[in-house]
């Protein structure tokens, strides 16, 4: 299998240039470049079609050995092969070099048949995306020796651009979150998973700060729905803006789009006030609670309940006066009010 020849059709007028001896001297070849049609995402392979053409007006060959096609790429591409447009190596064209250094990632060939009048040259080259980018390739058509008497510089320069984009490790098809009492309930579902590591389910309250509260490990590779849960069971009071962070097994990464949802503070009262033998918390949901202190008004400690906090307090063994009881819960809100022990 050669490289893929395309005959164009001839123009409504040719143009005779006659040399000496009455031997056909004029000679112009084109060249163009075309990125693939379909997206290149990082971390894939691509192919960038190249078509050199015989414009000649007369009937007059290019000759082999004479045409030095030069392809530059951006650094974050790098040239891997030529390919005839089947897939298999590059015939009517050997590869004079090709190299892939910081700022000069270039392949350079050399035809080694002869190119008719009207008819074109087409093959691949096939490219690896290191990173994303959007840098320009350019394609310019040498000459081995002089260049042919009547070429048009023109068409000797072809310039294209192949998007290089991120590759997310899965294709995220549903992302919501609900409220469940005081815990907030976060499912998503993948369509498409390729070389997926993990989830990290993070949460924010003003969209500045995120921290990571469940780590979901992923299925790897799926061409099916795939449903997957968390649970916040500490919501902050007022907003909470959810995000998930989908992580590849290679280290690339990507953010869900925010979801959020509104936790009221937990209420909570403190009686009798004045108290004089036993204070009792009225908190709904004594789970929310992480501690309770209680200080008199020169900041001493007068009582902690340590992990396990309980709805009642035993006051009778404290001085009569004011102090302050703080509760903390378990999302890291604190609460606080003034009682008065009496005697």
């Not at 379909?38 to 015989?54: A, D, E, K, W, Y």
């Not at 009937?59 to 092969?81: C, G, H, M, Q």
């Not at 909470?240 to 936790?263: E, P, V, W």
């Amino acid at each position: 299998m050669k490289t893929k020849m395309k005959r164009l059709l001839p123009w409504g007028m040719f143009i005779w240039l006659l040399g000496n001896g009455g031997c056909l001297q004029a000679q112009d070849v084109s060249v163009n470049i075309t990125p693939q049609t379909f997206p290149l995402f990082n971390h894939t392979f691509g192919f960038l079609r190249v078509s050199i053409c015989n414009n000649n007006p007369t009937p007059v060959s290019a000759p082999a050995n004479k045409l030095r096609p030069l392809i530059s790429f951006p650094d974050n591409l790098t040239v891997i092969e030529a390919l005839n447009t089947d897939g298999t190596p590059v015939s009517n064209f050997s590869i004079f070099s090709l190299v892939n250094e910081p700022s000069d990632h270039t392949i350079v060939l050399l035809n080694t048949t002869t190119l008719p009048q009207f008819e074109c040259f087409e093959f691949d080259i096939k490219v690896f995306a290191e990173e994303v980018g959007t840098g320009p390739i350019t394609c310019t058509l040498g000459f081995q020796g002089p260049p042919p008497v009547g070429n048009n510089p023109a068409n000797d320069n072809s310039v294209a651009v192949m998007p290089v984009e991120i590759n997310l490790p899965v294709k995220l098809q549903e992302f919501k979150v609900t409220k469940e009492g005081a815990a907030a309930q976060l499912s998503w579902v993948t369509s498409e998973e390729v070389n997926s590591e993990r989830f990290d389910v993070q949460k924010s309250s003003d969209g500045k700060n995120w921290k990571t509260f469940e780590t979901v490990q992923a299925l790897g590779e799926s061409k099916d729905s795939y449903t997957y849960h968390a649970v916040d069971k500490a919501p902050f009071s007022g907003e909470n803006l959810y995000r998930l962070h989908m992580i590849d097994k290679d280290g690339t990464s990507a953010y869900s789009s925010i979801r959020n949802i509104n936790f009221e503070g937990t209420p909570m009262s403190l009686y009798p006030n004045p108290v004089s033998d036993e204070l009792i918390l009225d908190i709904p949901d004594l789970a929310s609670v992480s501690s309770v202190q209680m200080f008199d008004l020169n900041g001493k400690e007068v009582y902690n309940s340590g992990a396990s906090p309980k709805k009642t307090i035993k006051v009778r063994h404290l001085h009569a006066g004011a102090y302050v009881v703080r509760v903390k819960g378990v999302n890291g809100d604190e609460t606080s009010s003034k009682i008065l022990v009496v005697k």
